[in-house]
């Protein structure tokens, strides 16, 4: 396998050129088009519920066929002489610079010559992935149609054969990536089902099929409806959903595992909600809120006279879940004491109340949960081991929402629906860059601190407005690293040619070093409607720094 490196795209930068007054934008010699993804979105959607699945596809396929075609007309005209790889990732590289997708090189080997080629990629903000997504939620197939094309159509162009690529992974299915493979078409075993959406087809043979399959594609994304409380398409989602599916018909103890914030009072509501239980009680306790010296009462109930205070007889709540499902959360911090009694409970199926002799027999399905390492704490000497090995029957973990990344957008349209009706508050939606901004986010706090960034944005955004990241990230240190991670490169040309040619318009023009500097400011209040908070930002300085140049300013005056 040959070294994946991509060399400077600024050769390819320099092909784009606007023409604003004729109404043209150029790549070399050959017309492009700048276009709203929203809009592209919608004409997929439209070839869709119009003509089907398999058409829209074909047709999506064989558009990104021809340009990626047109793209490999430019490989060798571009970098002559050099490395047939580096003409190779021309494709690459201008897919990227065109706005479809994100590309990471894996493997690549080629002989043009011997007509040999292996090459593997992943994607990343793939659109084709997240318009499907926007208008059909999940899938189980790929459907980067048009961008699968793309790769097939440079290639088989650059390399003279048909090469064919397929999507192995995608994130419409809710990988956190896409992944392509391309090789040589008679090298697929299966290639003729894939090779047919290449080639042209008379729209007008299958009319009569349409119906079906319409009605076939609205009957899957219908089915398997998972409970509202419960958001998620990712795999590491569906996995932990899977088991959970699977353990609502019995009932096995479940011990829930993850990270502070990941939802696990929701599984366990879920768990409870699927299950044969439903009618009854689900009753949640969080061990870690409780004082020590309470646990027992509080768990399996108080007789009167058991202790000073206790004046009144109390179920616990083993007893108020009693043929229901009682929550645990946070079990890694019980006591010793309550671990032995927890663990009768659980082999025995009665409790003793505090002060009381009598046994009372009690049908209850254990929930626990804990973000601890339970064996850790076993070997700590913290945790009783035989308690462990009883709660460790059906383990479930349940991943952090920065492997979810696919989940985020359901989530966060769940959660601006909801604390917008909380809070009596009409927003737009959230803008495609803040949006993008919490894909990058590494998620500390998991889904809690999703929810409580949503909620501070429903707040700050004004009515009718769209949610911008400035309402979401308000502390600096958050903000800047959210800034820094979905900042692009610059504009099509290299960021230094701008500054040089910026700074030699500026000498030409005869306006001085204060001039410059108050109309640069005098610009930003003007673009942030008068507010110094957000001319500060715009200006890439701090407020108070501003302050101080508008002081200076009023005292020169």
């Given amino acids: 396998m040959s070294t994946i490196r991509y060399p400077q795209d600024r050769d390819l930068r320099s092909l784009v050129r606007f023409c604003a007054d004729k109404g043209m934008i150029w790549l070399d ?3 492009m088009i700048l276009m709203h993804a929203a809009a592209m979105s919608a004409l997929r959607k439209e070839l869709i519920d ?15 066929y021809a340009s990626g075609a047109r793209d490999a007309e430019l490989a060798r005209k571009v970098r002559p002489g050099q490395r047939i790889e580096d003409a190779f990732v021309v494709g690459p590289q201008l897919h990227m610079l065109e706005g479809s997708v994100y590309v990471t090189p894996v493997a690549l080997d080629m002989d043009v010559e011997g007509g040999t080629f292996y090459g593997e990629f992943l994607w990343d903000n793939s659109y084709e ?20 094309g793309y790769a097939s159509g440079f290639t088989s162009a650059f390399m003279g054969r048909f090469i064919l690529f397929r999507e192995v992974e995608c994130a419409a299915t809710g990988q956190n990536q896409c992944r392509i493979v391309g090789k040589p078409v008679e090298e697929w075993p299966d290639a003729a089902e894939e090779a047919s959406y290449y080639e042209a087809d008379s729209i007008l043979a299958h009319m009569l099929e349409l119906r079906g399959q319409v009605d076939a594609l609205r009957a899957s994304l219908e089915h398997g409806q998972q409970p509202p409380n419960l958001i998620g398409s990712s795999s590491g989602f569906r996995h932990a959903y899977s088991l959970i599916d699977k353990a609502a018909a019995t009932h096995v103890t479940v011990l829930l595992l993850g990270e502070t914030g990941v939802g696990k009072e929701r599984f366990a509501r879920a768990l409870h909600d699927m299950s044969r239980r439903a009618a009854a009680p689900f009753v949640a306790v969080n061990c870690a809120a409780l004082p020590h010296e309470l646990i027992e009462s509080e768990l399996f109930g108080v007789e009167k006279g ?16 009693d043929g229901g499902t ?6 890694g911090e019980l006591p010793l004491p309550a671990q032995a009694k927890l663990l009768r409970v659980l082999q025995e199926g009665e409790i003793e109340r505090l002060g009381d002799e009598r046994v009372r027999k009690i049908n209850v399905r254990l929930v626990a949960a804990t973000n601890v390492d339970l064996q850790a704490a076993v070997k700590a000497g913290h945790f009783r081991s035989d308690l462990f090995y009883r709660l460790n029957v059906y383990p479930v973990r349940i991943p952090p929402l920065r492997e979810r990344i696919a989940d985020i957008q359901p989530l966060v349209e769940a959660m601006v629906q909801r604390f917008s009706a909380l809070h009596d508050k009409r927003v737009a939606g959230i803008t495609d860059k803040a949006l993008r901004a919490l894909k990058s986010y590494a998620w500390p706090g998991n889904i809690r601190e999703l929810e409580n960034i949503i909620e501070r944005g429903i707040i700050l955004t004004p009515q009718n407005d769209w949610i911008e990241i400035e309402h979401l990230f308000t502390e600096p240190q958050d903000f800047g690293a959210v800034q820094h991670t979905i900042n692009d490169a610059g504009s099509l040309a290299d960021a230094e040619c701008i500054r040089e040619a910026l700074c030699r318009q500026i000498m030409t023009s005869g306006l001085g070093l204060d001039d410059l500097e108050e109309a640069l400011i005098q610009h930003a209040v003007r673009e942030s409607n008068g507010n110094l908070s ?18 200076k300013k009023e005292a020169a005056d």
């Fill in 129 to 148: 992935a997240e318009a499907h997504v926007g208008e059909y939620g999940h899938t189980e197939h790929p459907v980067c149609w048009m961008q699968i």
């Fill in 306 to 321: 058991a202790f000073t205070g206790a004046h009144a007889s109390r179920a616990g709540k083993f007893e108020r879940a």
């Fill in 326 to 331: 009682l929550f645990l959360d946070e079990v």
């Fill in 534 to 551: 957000g001319a500060a930002r715009l200006l890439r300085i701090t407020r108070p720094q501003l302050n101080y140049r508008l002081k």
């Fill in 29 to 31: 010699e050959h017309r």
């Fill in 50 to 64: 119009s003509l089907g699945i398999d058409q829209a596809r074909r047709i999506l396929t064989r558009m990104g």
